[in-house]
């Protein structure tokens, strides 16, 4: 395992001592270096504990202590990104606001595989406690308020310890806002979509077609979509489909546009599309931004549905 990941990760230089942070309460995890600024190190991480799901100590060739560990499905691609933003140059681990590692990226780690090295390897088995434990406690509290589990309880300390390790961080959040927070999720049962996906894909190929205009105000004038957006906004349970569809697949640019102009025009105090993407810079993260606002935007319809029928919670 070792050998493959130094094919990707070739460890540049190492620090003779761990090099402190200028700027302190850093996170513990990943982060660009950048160069030719008095704080080398980024100021957002890459990716952090919680969003590991797999840690483990081990030796190299040469018996020194190494610490493995795989990235979050749902971080993925953000770290496979970031790290082939990073090609050519360093990353750091920082742990504890301090510098542990900082290896040359050769390209994209597309396996969500990472390693922890250090010419101080011996410290390293203790940083492996603690990040465990962070990883731990981390899941732990998002559970905190929740019923105890009788035989999750009856189970011996490191059994738990090794579930809770597993729990994929981003898995259990959003699993957590859909049971606790029933209002921003949309339930619906839709038996006949044959009329939607009619217009969806008709609007699909009207938005495939060679234009000049690079106006949206333009594009939203076309015959073709506003009987798409009429029969989403006269029919709002459809607006789950087009939360699938694929307006949503690319969605910066133009596509933004039109969801906003679709949404608002529906429920004018909804938040724009743009104001939650506007702030990513990988698709992972974006994928959670888009998914925030689509929680505000159940919101607004569970009000409508309940202002409708005030049964039909």
């Known amino acids: 395992m070792w050998r493959k990941l130094l094919g990707i990760l070739t460890l540049f230089s190492f620090l003779p001592y761990f090099s402190i942070c200028q700027n302190k ?112 406690d981390s899941i732990a509290t998002l559970f905190k308020d929740w019923e105890k589990d009788s035989l999750y309880f009856a189970m011996p300390p490191e059994h738990r310890d090794s579930i809770r390790m597993a729990i994929d961080y981003w898995e259990a959040y959003i699993w957590i806002k859909l049971t606790t927070k029933p209002d921003e999720h949309y339930w619906y049962s839709i038996t006949d979509s044959a009329e939607y996906k009619k217009l969806e894909e008709a609007l699909k190929e009207e938005l495939e077609k060679s234009n000049l205009s690079s106006r949206a105000s333009d594009y939203m004038q076309s015959d073709t979509y506003q009987m798409y957006k009429m029969y989403v906004c006269n029919n709002p349970e459809y607006i789950n489909l087009m939360f699938q569809c694929f307006l949503f697949k690319k969605i910066r640019g133009l596509y933004s546009y039109l969801i906003d102009d679709i949404i608002q025009t529906k429920y004018p105090s909804a938040p724009s599309i743009r104001t939650y993407i506007d702030k990513t810079d990988n698709s992972d993260d974006e994928r959670f931004a888009v998914y925030e606002w689509q929680r505000q935007i159940w919101v607004l319809m569970n009000k409508d549905k309940q202002t409708d029928d005030p049964r039909d919670i």
């Open 25 to 136: 309460l850093r996170e513990n995890g990943w982060y660009h270096i950048l160069s030719g600024q008095t704080d080398s190190i980024s100021r957002e991480p890459i990716v952090t504990t919680k969003d590991f799901i797999a840690l483990k100590l081990d030796t190299d060739y040469f018996g020194k202590y190494v610490i493995s560990g795989q990235i979050s499905n749902y971080k993925r691609k953000k770290w496979a990104e970031e790290t082939g933003k990073a090609t050519g140059r360093q990353i750091a681990f920082i742990f504890n606001d301090s510098v542990i590692t900082n290896p040359r990226v050769n390209c994209s780690i597309e396996s969500g595989a990472f390693q922890i090295t250090s010419v101080l390897d011996e410290k390293l088995p203790d940083i492996y406690k603690q990040l465990k434990q962070e990883k731990i």
